[in-house]
């Protein structure tokens, strides 16, 4: 291991294992494997801060609010500060406007009490009341937990089906001889990529974002026909739209202020075409791929199913997470049931 943190060349252990067997081969190794790169800059090709930059890192951010308040936290980084003190992801900031008007309230209460008039009240008065108090928050924090758990296990799901249909795709699938092969090859990787683009996909359409032009998204569908493409081009003022935010309304945001808080389905209202579902039509055009290897003898039987299986697993999971994300009330659950 290296001063800076990182891992060491694997040229340097297979060098050591040459010169620890003997060296019988050692003539046919090349000289530059050990002294091409220096060992203080060579890191393990898994490691996640070798070639791409991290954009969630501090490094890489700049220091405004917004960059520390909202968006996926950065796992490489530790923090020091206690859990209560951690702003990143708390909830402590859409808190403070309900305990403040908490506290007023129970302070007038109080002084009315205390120097106008007496507010006493019978003990199975207070009683009743917080037994139903506590109802509705055990029917709240129950609510919350489970769909934070089935996110919780869609999410299991969805990592789970994409690894094994990459292991299908990526070692099951025999490649053909000649140009046929390297035609197969390209095909492995494409559909390596839908595979990370139907999960970006999806992140997208829960957060009502229906068009194609993200950073993180346009460079994995830019060859497919779609909906969402198909309107990115014809509608490219509001696939390019973004939402810009005054100081009170991004203030009010932070403090959970319902009034401050925009519509999230307003790109979904402004659209002038067609946005289709992005992440079942990939899923298509995996299926496609699925059935073309099928018909070129490229996959053992076996692997038919496991096909079919995942692809239902991935459609599942974006089914459920769409389930997640909608509203809870009381006043739906007789339509979901109905439905």
């Avoid at 003539?27 to 070798?50: G, N, Q, W």
């Avoid at 202020?257 to 307003?266: E, I």
Wanted: aromatic share 10%; proline share 5%.
């Amino acid at each position: 291991m290296a001063e800076d943190g990182h891992a060491a060349a694997p040229a340097v252990a297979v060098s050591d294992a040459h010169a620890m067997g003997g060296g019988h081969d050692t003539d046919h190794r090349p000289a530059e494997i050990a002294t091409s790169v220096p060992l203080a800059h060579t890191a393990s090709i898994t490691s996640p801060r070798v070639f791409t930059p991290n954009p969630f890192s501090r490094k890489n951010t700049s220091l405004d609010l917004d960059d520390y308040f909202t968006g996926p936290r950065d796992l490489q980084k530790h923090s020091k500060w206690p859990v209560f003190l951690q702003m990143h992801g708390s909830i402590l900031p859409k808190m403070v406007l309900p305990l403040f008007f908490v506290g007023c309230w129970s302070t007038l209460i109080t002084c009315i009490h205390m120097f106008v008039t007496s507010l006493g009240a019978n003990a199975i008065l207070l009683t009743v009341t917080g037994f139903v108090v506590s109802l509705g928050l055990s029917l709240r924090s129950s609510t919350a937990y489970e769909r934070y758990s089935e996110g919780r296990r869609y999410w299991a799901q969805l990592i789970l089906s994409c690894q094994n249909l990459g292991r299908v795709f990526w070692i099951h699938t025999k490649e053909r001889e000649g140009e046929l092969g390297q035609r197969d090859l390209l095909a492995k990787l494409t559909a390596m990529n839908l595979l990370v683009a139907f999960t970006v996909s999806l992140k997208h359409k829960l957060r009502y974002e229906p068009y194609t032009c993200y950073d993180d998204l346009s460079s994995l569908v830019a060859h497919l026909d779609t909906f969402a493409a198909q309107a990115t081009r014809d509608d490219p003022e509001n696939a390019h739209a973004r939402q810009r935010k005054n100081f009170f309304k991004s203030v009010g945001e932070r403090l959970g202020v319902s009034f401050a808080s925009s519509n999230p389905r307003k790109a979904l209202k402004k659209a002038t075409r067609p946005l289709g579902n992005l992440p079942l039509e990939i899923l298509s055009y995996l299926a496609s791929f699925t059935d073309e290897l099928v018909d070129n003898g490229q996959l053992t039987i076996p692997m038919h199913q496991t096909l079919a299986c995942e692809l239902f697993s991935l459609s599942h999971s974006a089914d459920g997470f769409e389930t997640t994300t909608w509203p809870r009330s009381t006043t739906s659950w007789p339509a979901r049931s109905a439905c």
